[in-house]
Nanobody, 133 residues
Framework: QLQLVESGGALVQPGGSLRLSCEAS????????IGWFRQAPGKEREGISC?????????????NYDDSVKGRFTISRDNTKNTVYLQMNNLKPEDSGVYYC?????????????????????WGQGTQVTVSS
């Protein structure tokens, strides 16, 4: 069974940067679209970004972002390391929360991906990101 482990969360000041990692074991990450989700206290889990498993005709994975993070966050994958990353720049207090990565069988071999949590099958335990002065 696929297992995912997030790392890289920390306490940072507004305007700072973090890079989160999502490393997979028990399966091949390139077989799945991967999403990053955030859950703030008292809030529902929110889709932040996703990346396809490379199903586009040009071989380049498609990446999607919530409007709240466009221009600040970048998702990428390194299939040789079985890892997906989320680079987060210019962090804001409202970016705080537990960040989860998840693998989707629903979006497997598709040319797009989406932010709906129930379309993702395997989840990590999360990593805490706190943005505060």
């Amino acid at each position: 069974q696929l297992q995912l482990v997030e790392s890289g969360g920390a306490l940072v000041q507004p305007g700072g940067s973090l890079r989160l990692s999502c490393e997979a074991s028990g399966g091949t990450l390139e077989d799945y679209a991967i999403g990053w989700f955030r859950q703030a206290p008292g809030k529902e889990r929110e889709g932040i970004s996703c990346i396809t498993d490379g199903g586009l005709s040009d071989g380049v994975p498609r990446s999607n972002y919530d409007d709240s993070v466009k221009g600040r966050f970048t998702i990428s994958r390194d299939n040789t390391k079985n890892t997906v990353y989320l680079q987060m720049n210019n962090l804001k207090p409202e970016d705080s929360g537990v960040y989860y990565c998840a693998a989707s069988g629903y979006w497997r071999h598709q040319e797009d991906c989406g932010p709906i949590a129930f379309e993702y099958d395997y989840w990590g335990q999360g990593t805490q990101v706190t943005v505060s002065s």
